[in-house]
């Protein structure tokens, strides 16, 4: 799905990305930082596999991707 990255955050080795994925649906991303970041306003093709979400209720709804070994 075709994306843009909204803010980006930083702590040593890791980024953590907000990415608009359409209208008003945003996405948090945290993975480890591997050659360059993604600035914020990039363009980006992400996706992943429904398998690999859990939706949770807390003050809004909001998938999160678990951790793979």
Do not use: H, Q
Request: positive net charge.
């Amino acid at each position: 799905m075709s994306s843009r990255v909204v803010s980006t955050s930083y702590l040593g080795w890791s980024a953590i990305y907000e990415i608009n994925i359409g209208g008003n649906t945003k996405v948090r991303v945290n993975t480890k930082i591997n050659g360059t970041a993604v600035r914020e306003s990039e363009t980006l093709d992400i996706g992943f596999d429904s398998a690999d979400c859990v939706l949770r209720r807390e003050a809004n709804l909001r998938w999160l991707l678990k951790s793979k070994p």
